[in-house]
């Protein structure tokens, strides 16, 4: 055997141990879910991550690999997050609404606190198109727009295991609605009037938003779309006065008690 063939040896050794320590660690992971969940007991906790990191980082016997390991951690649990929530919400979780509801803010946080992939279906369709949805609807106009918005929102529902943010106008076509609902909940997010404009009105990335009188159009809009919201929605949540990081835990909340 070659010093070479030697060090391999030792390396699958390690691989050995890594592997079984993992598999272990998830098998915790999951009886430490299940224990959470019949005692009732909040299944996230932010400070106990960064504790565990911590705790692992002052222990080392090779503080020279202090930054790798870290890296390695975060990813491990990470990883056992995902597991966790892919068993407590075996649905891809959707955020419909209003323009400036928080959708997309939402969406982003629930992401990460959960560990579930993000997909926000304005940005995949510019990224598709090449360009701003504003240029897009000045160049072709809307129908055009709803088209391409469509075609993602079914492209999209396939997916498993993600948490979707809609655009505002998702509801005004029934079949995206029932492409959505094959493999989610919907998540319905609302704000009064004043909440949108005092949030949007410096935005101009919202073409249906260039009007003179914005209240006027905020309110005309929502009149026309109120009941498809209401009628789409799984669960509905009200953001008014309401941080971004709260509303996610009221989310999170309400999922684990259905
Ligand atoms: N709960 C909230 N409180 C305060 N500002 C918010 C809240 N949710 C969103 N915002 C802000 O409102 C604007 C629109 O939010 P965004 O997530 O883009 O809404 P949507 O995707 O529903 O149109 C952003 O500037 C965002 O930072
Ligand atoms: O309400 C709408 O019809 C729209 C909402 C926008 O998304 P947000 O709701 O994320 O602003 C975007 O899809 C487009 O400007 C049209
Ligand atoms: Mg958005």
């Known amino acids: ?41 909040p299944i996230y906790d932010r400070s106990r991550e960064e504790k565990v990191i911590k705790r692992i980082l002052g222990k080392l016997n090779k503080p020279e ?5 870290e890296t390695l951690f975060r990813q491990i649990i990470a990883i056992s997050k995902k597991i966790q929530s892919k068993t407590l919400f075996p ?15 939402i969406g982003k946080l629930l992401s990460k606190g959960l560990d579930m992939e993000f997909v926000d279906l304005d940005t ?26 469509k075609a993602i929102v079914e492209e999209v529902s396939s997916r498993a295991n993600i948490v979707i943010s809609c655009g505002g106008g998702v509801v005004l076509d029934q079949e995206n609605i029932a492409n959505l609902k094959k493999n989610g909940k919907l998540l319905l997010l609302q704000a009064k009037v004043e909440t949108v404009l005092e949030r949007l009105k410096e935005d101009d990335t919202r073409p249906l938003l260039k009007a003179q009188d914005l209240v006027v159009k905020i309110k ?19 953001t008014d006065g309401k941080k971004p990081q709260d509303i996610v835990d009221e989310v999170i909340k309400r999922l684990l008690n259905h």
């Open 1 to 41: 055997m070659t010093e070479l063939d030697k060090l391999r040896n030792q390396i699958d050794h390690w691989d050995q141990q890594l592997v079984k320590a993992f598999e272990g660690r998830l098998e915790t992971v999951m009886e430490i879910l299940e224990y959470k969940r019949k005692a009732g007991l």
């Open 220 to 238: 005309d809009l929502l009149d026309a779309r109120g009941s498809l919201y209401i009628k789409s929605a799984d669960y509905v949540f009200d």
């Open 65 to 69: 690999f202090k930054q790798e390991t």
């Open 91 to 105: 649905f891809n979780i959707v955020l419909i609404g209003f323009m400036g509801t928080g959708k997309t803010t």
């Open 124 to 149: 995949l369709i510019e990224e598709r198109l090449g360009m701003k949805i504003s240029q897009y609807f000045e160049k072709e106009g809307e129908a055009a727009f709803r088209k391409v918005e």
